[in-house]
């Protein structure tokens, strides 16, 4: 049984920081990183992690969040820095495992990051 428990959520005004984490249980995942999704709009892809360190981000946040692994803990974390409102939406902890003939993804619960200005 897979959890993904999420924590460092929070309200935070525009230019501050938050740090949001993601513990995973049993498997190390091939992919780990971060989703999105504000009132009203689909769920978005911040940034992505692989086991080998290989990060992605979307646009709008590239110089602004750090997505990080530990292995050994297997956690990922995103450290999100010159916060804004539009960064304001429920945040997402996904894992992906790639097993023989299949992929499984895992989500975490969400954690809501309010940004005001």
């Known amino acids: 049984q897979v959890q993904l428990v999420e924590s460092g959520g929070g309200l935070v005004q525009a230019g501050g920081s938050l740090r949001l984490s993601c513990a995973a249980s049993g498997s190390i995942f091939s992919i780990m990183g971060w989703y999105r999704q504000a009132p009203g709009k689909q769920r978005e892809l911040v940034s992505t992690?692989?086991?080998?360190?290989?990060?992605n981000y979307r646009d709008s946040v590239k110089g602004r969040f750090t997505i990080s692994r530990d292995n050994g803990k297997n956690t990922v974390y995103l450290q999100m820095n010159s916060l804004k409102p539009e960064d304001t939406a429920v945040y997402y902890c996904n894992a992906v495992y790639y097993g023989p003939g299949a992929a499984s993804n895992y989500w975490g619960q969400g954690t809501q990051v309010t940004v005001s200005s």
């Open positions: 992690i692989t086991t080998g360190g290989t990060t």
